[in-house]
Every structure is written in C-alpha cells, then in structure tokens.
C-alpha cells in the first residue's frame, strides 16, 4: 500500500505560479511511474502530465508552462505550474503506479483556483 499526500494548492491570478508536492510512503524509483491528473467542476478527470524514469509527457494544453519532477530523496513527485490560466482551475490529483503489481495509488486532491 502506497500512501500519498498531497499539498500546495491554493488560489492565484492568471499567468501566476504554483507548485504542487506529493509526498508518497515510498521510494518513487523505478519500480513506480507517477504523475497528476485534475477534474473540474463538469468535467471528465484528464491526465496533466506523468513520468516514468527519463520519460515524461504532457497534456498539450499545459506543455510548455508546466513540468513534473520526482524528488527520489524526498518520496516527492513535484508539478511545477506557471503562466496559469483560468481553465486550470481544478483539483489536481497525484497518482503513483507499481509497474511491477499494476497498483494505482492516489492522493486526496487539492483546489486549484486560477481568477482574477
């Protein structure tokens, strides 16, 4: 079992910052991919960006503006967000894989508001 905690949200004007942190019970090495999904109000849960050792893509959307990040030492995967935009409004969940079980492990979620 893989628990994830997740911090960082919050409320910011358009073209503003903000970074995302996920903390995980475990090593986030090899043996896991992870990544960030959001779901708005209405909306279906899309994938934000994800990683798996050197690899590592991006809703087009957001590519270019966001980047994600693994911290090995620190069992954190980061999602670094600038220029945001009112459609980012959301809550972002981050999400660990077991390659080797095919276990998905989430974190709670948390807001984030982009509005003037």
């Known amino acids: 079992q893989v628990r994830l905690v997740e911090s960082g949200g919050g409320l910011v004007q358009p073209g503003g910052s903000l970074r995302l942190s996920c903390v995980g019970s475990?090593?986030?090495?090899?043996?896991?991919?992870a990544g960030w999904y959001r779901q708005a109000p209405g909306k279906q849960r899309e994938l934000v960006a994800n990683?798996?050792?050197?690899?590592?893509d991006y809703l087009a959307s957001v590519r270019g503006s966001f980047t994600i990040s693994i911290d090995n030492a620190k069992n954190t995967v980061s999602l670094q967000m600038n220029m945001l935009k009112p459609d980012d409004t959301a809550v972002y969940y981050c999400?660990?894989?077991?390659?080797?079980?095919?276990?998905?492990?989430w974190g709670q979620g948390t807001q984030v508001t982009v509005s003037s």
């Open positions: 999400f660990v894989r077991d390659t080797w079980t095919g276990g998905d492990y």
């Open positions: 475990v090593s986030i090495c090899d043996r896991y991919a």
């Open positions: 990683i798996a050792g050197n690899f590592n």
